[in-house]
């Protein structure tokens, strides 16, 4: 687990103020970190899909 985390240290989640409101978009998630994500599950993958 150490290292998962250690490899989600370069994930940020930039909020940027548009005429809708606010909105998230999810810096640095290349195909690995994607792989990840499935592989631990729709709960995970939900907090950074809503963000993308």
Request: net charge neutral; hydrophobic share 50%; glycine share 6%.
């Given at each position: 687990?150490?290292w998962?985390y250690?490899?989600?240290?370069g994930?940020h989640?930039?909020?940027?103020?548009?005429d809708?409101?606010?909105a998230?978009?999810?810096?640095n998630?290349n195909a690995?970190?994607i792989t990840?994500?499935?592989?631990?599950?729709?709960?995970?993958q939900?907090?950074?899909?809503?963000a993308?």
């Open positions: 687990m150490r998962i250690q490899l989600f240290e994930v989640i930039l909020y940027k103020t548009t809708q409101g606010v998230e978009m999810v810096l998630l690995v970190r990840i994500l499935s592989l631990m599950g729709p709960v995970y939900k907090i950074y899909e809503d993308a």
